[in-house]
Every structure is written in C-alpha cells, then in structure tokens.
C-alpha cells in the first residue's frame, strides 16, 4: 500500500481526538455528571438525621421561664403584630412575622409586655413559641444532607456532613430561644440546598425539575434577605455562581443565542423577581397588620402617620392658622421634630437655649404660630390661615421662646448661622420674624396655603435672608 493510499484509509477512520476548550461542552460535561441515587436508604437516613435534631434542640425546653436575651425584642415584635400597633426595627419583617404567628397559635393575646429577665406569666404558652423556633431551626440538618447529596457526596460523607451541623453547639442554643436567627439559617440552609439541586440539573435545561430547583432558589433568596439583612451574602453567594455559570454557557459557541437569552430571562425572574417580590409582599403583610399608632411611627413621615388609627395627626384640623400650634420636621430622613428645652444650652451664651433635631415625639417639639404683622387698633380677632409669603414668628410653647437666629456661628461648625429658641414674648428680636415659602402641596384643596401633614415649605429669615435647614452634623 502506498503512502498516499494509507492516508486516505486513515481519513475515513472516525476522529477519536477532543476538542480543546477552556470549559467542557455540554456533550462532554453531562457524561460525568453521575445521576443521584436516591432511595428508601436516604430517606431513612433524613428521618433518623431529623429527630436526632428535634431531640437536642427541643429537650427541656421549657425548663427555664424567664425572658432571655433578644426575646425582648423578638417577642414583643411578634406581639405587636396581634395588637396591631406599628414598631419600627432595622431588620427585615419576614421572620418577625413568622414570630408573630408562632405567638398567634399559642393564644398570645398581644398584651404582655416583654421585659428582660422577667418571668412569662401562665397565660403565656412559650414553651410553643420556643419550640416553634426550634423545629424552623432543626431543617437545617435535612437541608444540609440533602446539599451534600446534590453536590455529589455519597451517603455515608453527606451524612457526616449533616452531623457536623447537628451537634454544632452554637446552632443547638440559638434554635432553642425566640430569636430570628434559627429562621435565617432554615432559608438560607435552603437556598444553598435550592441552587445545588439547580446545579445538578443543569444539563435537564427548561425542564420541570430545573425551573423547580430554580424558583425555589429564588423563592429560599427572598425570605432569607427578608429575615436579616445578612441574608444578602447568601444572595451573593448565588449571584456569582450564576455568573460563572452564565459565563461558562457564552463561552460554549455550540449554544445559540436565542438559548443563551432563555438562560438569562429564567435567571432574572427567578433569581431577581421572585425575591424581590417575596421582600416587598413581606412588608405589604407588615404594614397591613399593624395599622395602630405605636412606639415606631415617629420614624415614619407624618403623611403615614395620618393614616394610623389613634393618630393625633388624623385627629387635628387641616388647615393652619395664627395661633395654631404646630410641630416642625425636616424633610431629610432621621433628623427628626425640631425642639428646645431649658436644659440644653450654648456654652459661650447661656441665655440661648438649643433648636435641634430630636427623634422622637416629646412636649419639647410643640411650636405656636404667631403673626408677624403689624397689629391695628381696630383689628378683631378672627381665623387667619397661614398663607405663601406671610411673615411670622414661632414660639416654643414650653419656654416661651422664639427661634431666632443671628450672626454666631454654630457651635460645632466654622459656616452657616446658629439656630437658638431665645427671647420673651413681651420683647420680640428682628431675627424671630420668618417668612413662609410653600414649596409644593399633596392636597386637593387650593394652592397657596398651608396645610398641616401635605404642605412642604422653605422658612426664611426675614434680616439675613437665610433658609433654615438641617444638617446631620449632631451637636456635643
């Protein structure tokens, strides 16, 4: 045979040679992924896993009846929510809410005031709301096991995987007590559960199994960040392991692009959408279920306010006239209702007494409107209501005192002109007069007067032209 004839023979031959590529294609890569054997073994193994886990965190529960730690807190939000009256926390509402209805169930009534280290009254079942906590916080060992049965462990390693989280003793204590912690650990236990069995199906794309793997993801991502904004690192954990993958799948040049923007579309709605929605829904439920004035709504914007039942804001008359007393709040989130009282004073003028910002409702806000217009001698008292370019002076109803401002700098700062609440009624200072400016209204009735809750105006001094206006510097 000749030379050039071996060379055909050997052209006709089937190429056994693979492809070089940075990540394996989806032919290549589905041939290694070894399909998971899951019988009656691992589901005896799940069951045994699981009451091991209920045994430890649930054991003599309810020996000790005393409130400890952030049950305080817990247990007071969750209340709330049977009461009805609004609170405000710097953590999500999600697993409050789940609180709440443990409380719920147990025939919590809501009026019992939780006090550190007092004793729960016999009325109180919180031996249920304790154990409520301990059975969200005993999933995570299936969870666990089930995660590392998807990542592609055998039975006997996934299930020392499980044990570990079974006798950690941090987890064991923190699932025993009111607290939101056992709550963020059970999403996010199945969030990462969510995505590994996601993973595993990965090469079963648009099927039923792979889009239900991935909304539940979604669905595991969403409560956990509506439980604790720490649940956000879980989120992240997710976003890049998507991003690799989606990367992987651009490099794979056999997929087309109509499938790469499948891929993309089903990441957003179930990875982005669901949780998003499952976040906003969890705060639709909060603020429907606390519609009463509580300890929180000072936080809120005085148009919320006015919704609440029991407001003295949906109590008091819209429009604002001379003689009205009135409380004063910046539009800037957090500074607050301005306020004066006979404690607080500058130290290089001890005659002046601080105007600031101060959280929270208290007598000290409470300012009355007085006219600043010359009086004549046949005026009649009559309702005068408070119009767009009307000057004006407040006066503290507490001290007595106007605002007033000058030319003395702030005491902390090298700009701008100090704010006091000095003088007497008798003898009013040309720096007390302001005039009125109505910046915009939220209300219905005619423009160009002020009303109380809608109305935003600008106040400005009447001698050196300036606007009052709030800063977050805070004063010593």
């Known amino acids: 045979m000749s030379a050039s004839e071996a060379e055909q023979s050997d052209s006709t031959q089937p190429s056994t040679h693979k492809s070089f590529a940075a990540y394996p294609t989806r032919e290549e890569s589905s041939d290694h992924v070894k399909p998971l054997l899951w019988d009656h073994r691992d589901r005896i193994i799940i069951l045994a896993l699981t009451l091991l886990t209920l045994f430890t965190r649930l054991y003599q529960i309810g020996k000790r009846n005393a409130i400890y730690w952030d049950e305080i807190y817990m247990g007071r939000f969750g209340a709330q929510y049977i009461n009805g009256t609004f609170y ?18 147990s025939g919590h009534n809501g009026s019992f005031t939780y006090t550190s280290g007092a004793e729960y009254p016999p009325h109180i079942n919180y031996v249920f709301q304790r154990a409520s906590m301990a059975v969200i916080g005993s999933l995570i060992v299936p969870f666990a096991y089930r995660t590392c049965r998807f990542l592609g462990f055998g039975r006997a390693a996934a299930t020392m995987g499980a044990s570990f989280v079974l006798l950690d003793n941090a987890l064991c204590v923190l699932s025993r007590f009111i607290l939101l912690d056992p709550i963020l650990f059970c999403f996010i236990a199945m969030a990462l559960m969510g995505y590994a069995g996601f993973a595993r199906h990965r090469h079963q794309a648009f099927s039923a199994v792979w889009w239900r793997w991935l909304a539940f993801t979604g669905l595991s991502l969403g409560l956990a ?44 709605v179930c990875l982005i959408c669901i949780p998003l929605l499952v976040y906003l829904i969890s705060f639709q439920i909060h603020f429907a279920l606390l519609r009463s004035r ?33 409380t004063i709040r910046s539009h800037l989130p957090g500074f607050g209702l301005i306020y004066a009282n006979e404690t607080h004073r500058f130290p290089d003028n001890a005659d002046e007494l601080v105007a600031a910002g101060m959280p929270g409702k208290q007598a000290n806000n409470w300012w009355e409107i007085v006219s600043g217009a010359a009086k004549k001698g046949n005026d009649t008292p009559s309702v005068r209501f408070i ?29 701008d002109r100090r704010v006091v609440a ?53 004063l010593p």
């Not at 005085?302 to 819209?318: A, D, G, K």
């Open 88 to 105: 405000h926390d710097l953590h999500p509402v999600a697993g409050k809410l789940l609180i709440g209805l443990s409380e719920y169930v």
């Open 294 to 326: 509580g300890t929180g709504d000072y936080k809120m914007p005085s148009q919320f306010q006015s919704l609440q039942r029991n407001n003295v804001v949906s109590r008091q008359p819209h429009d604002v006239a001379i003689g009205s007393q009135i």
């Open 387 to 415: 119009a767009d370019g009307d000057i004006l002076l407040l006066r503290h109803v507490g001290t007595k005192r106007y605002l007033r401002t000058g030319n003395a700098k702030p005491h902390n700062q090298g700009w």
């Open 225 to 268: 960040i509506s439980t604790k904004w720490i649940g956000a690192f879980v989120v992240a954990l997710v976003g890049l392991c998507t991003i690799e993958e989606l990367a992987i799948l651009y490099s794979d040049r056999k997929t087309s692009v109509l499938t790469q923007i499948k891929h993309w579309i089903a990441r957003v």
């Open 422 to 474: 000095a003088g007497n009624t008798t003898a009013p200072s040309a720096w007390d007069f302001w005039r009125v400016h109505i910046v915009d209204d939220v209300s219905p009735r005619p423009s160009g007067r002020l009303y109380a809750v809608t109305t935003r105006i600008q106040l400005t001094n009447k001698i050196s032209g300036c606007l009052l206006t709030a800063t977050p510097a805070q």
